[in-house]
C-alpha cells in the first residue's frame, strides 16, 4: 500500500481508500435503512422473530463488506465477501415472505435493490480473486 498526499493509504482498489468508498457497501448500507424503515411497520409479535432475523441478516451484508475490504489476504477478503453474499441471499427470501404474508403490498424495488447488490458483490469477488492469482 502506498502513502497518498492526504495521509490516507492507496489500498489498491483504483481511488477506493475506505469501505464506504465502495458503491456495493454504499448500495448495501441504503438497504439497510430501507429494510429497517420497512420492519418498522411489521405486527409487533414479529419483532423478536422475522423483524429480528431481517434487520441481522441485512447488517451482516453491509458489516462482512466492511470487514472483508479491512483484511489484509485476498483470501481472507473473499471469505467475507462470501458471508456477506450469504446472508443478502438470507434477505431475498425474506422479501419473498414478507409480501406472501402481506406484511407489505410490493418489495420490487428492495428486491431490485438486492439483485444490484448481488451483482455487485459478484463482481467483487471475482476481482478480488483475479488480484490473487
Keep these: 500500500m502506498l502513502d497518498l498526499e492526504d495521509g490516507r493509504r492507496d489500498t489498491g482498489y483504483g481511488g477506493v ?3 464506504k468508498d465502495l458503491q456495493v457497501w454504499k ?9 429497517y424503515k420497512v420492519s418498522s411497520t ?3 409479535d414479529e419483532l423478536y422473530g422475522l423483524t429480528s432475523q431481517m434487520r441481522r441478516a441485512v447488517v451482516s451484508v453491509a458489516a462482512n463488506i466492511t ?8 483470501k481472507d477478503k473473499i471469505h467475507f465477501y462470501n458471508m456477506s ?3 443478502l441471499h438470507e434477505i431475498k427470501y425474506y422479501l419473498i415472505l414478507i409480501q406472501d ?7 420490487t424495488a428492495l428486491q431490485d435493490s438486492a439483485e444490484s447488490i448481488g451483482k455487485m458483490l459478484y463482481r467483487l469477488i471475482e476481482s478480488t480473486k483475479s488480484k490473487s492469482i
Excluded: C
Design 17 to 19: 481508500r475506505t469501505f
Design 27 to 35: 448500495s448495501s448500507h441504503e438497504l439497510v435503512l430501507n429494510i
Design 42 to 44: 411489521f405486527p409487533k
Design 67 to 74: 470487514e472483508g475490504f479491512s483484511r489484509r489476504t485476498d
Design 85 to 87: 453474499q450469504s446472508s
Design 101 to 107: 404474508l402481506g406484511y407489505i403490498e410490493s418489495n
